[in-house]
T-cell receptor
Framework: SQQGEEDPQALSIQEGENATMNCSYKTSINNLQWYRQNSGRGLVHLILIRSNEREKHSGRLRVTLDTSKKSSSLLITASRAADTASYFCATHRYSGAGSYQLTFGKGTKLSVIP | NAGVTQTPKFQVLKTGQSMTLQCAQDMNHEYMSWYRQDPGMGLRLIHYSVGAGITDQGEVPNGYNVSRSTTEDFPLRLLSAAPSQTSVYFC????????????FGPGTRLTVT
């Protein structure tokens, strides 16, 4: 079953604009991670935010986490053509029987037009 | 460091054939995992390992076997390929359990006819 769901499914913006992607999830989590995937490549980790954190920054990336609403957002400021990729959120949670799992959403496809 | 490597990059199988997808990492990571990525489905966990000799099932384990005899290698075996196993397969590793950031390989694109 899908734990994280990104919104929107696709986003097209002009270079220089900001891009915001959202992720909603269903059950409590330990942390939430954002990944980027360029076409035909593997995923690359962008940022990890723990359940007791509300906001985190890394360069042009800003991630927020609202555990009361079970949602997170990824903001990319001053976008560049090179930011064109799919972005995935992944939730780390207890999955039962002493196990933890990282569950990925379906992704947001971002296109940045030069 | 090469990071996480996967071979082959592409593979075409006939229904019923078996094969092994190779995955290796040189970062001395304890945790390794296999995912499959299908259009519109995101990534789904197949199997994972928390260390040499220890493996466990993920969300979609049927039709796949794994073993972990060394820290570096985590091969994925398809026992009897089916068209439903057509997908892109990614191997990932991390220094600890899945709470840590995952390092992904470049993927293997598998087609089963």
């Amino acid at each position: 079953s899908q734990q994280g769901e990104e919104d929107p499914q696709a986003l097209s913006i002009q270079e220089g604009e900001n891009a915001t992607m959202n992720c909603s999830y269903k059950t409590s989590i330990n942390n939430l991670q954002w990944y980027r995937q360029n076409s035909g490549r593997g995923l690359v980790h962008l940022i990890l935010i723990r359940s007791n954190e509300r906001e985190k920054h890394s360069g042009r990336l800003r991630v927020t986490l609202d555990t009361s609403k079970k949602s997170s957002s990824l903001l990319i400021t001053a976008s560049r053509a090179a930011d064109t990729a799919s972005y995935f959120c992944a939730t780390h949670r207890y999955s039962g029987a002493g196990s933890y799992q990282l569950t990925f959403g379906k992704g947001t496809k971002l296109s940045v037009i030069p | 460091n090469a990071g996480v490597t996967q071979t082959p990059k592409f593979q075409v199988l006939k229904t019923g054939q078996s094969m092994t997808l190779q995955c290796a990492q040189d970062m001395n990571h304890e945790y390794m995992s296999w995912y499959r990525q299908d259009p519109g489905m995101g990534l789904r966990l197949i199997h994972y390992s928390v260390g040499a000799g220890i493996t466990d099932q993920g969300e979609v384990p049927n039709g796949y076997n794994v073993s972990r005899s060394t820290t570096e290698d985590f091969p994925l075996r398809l026992l009897s390929a089916a068209p439903s196993q057509t997908s892109v397969y990614f191997c990932a590793s991390s220094k600890g359990p899945s709470a840590y950031e995952q390092y992904f390989g470049p993927g293997t694109r598998l087609t089963v006819t």
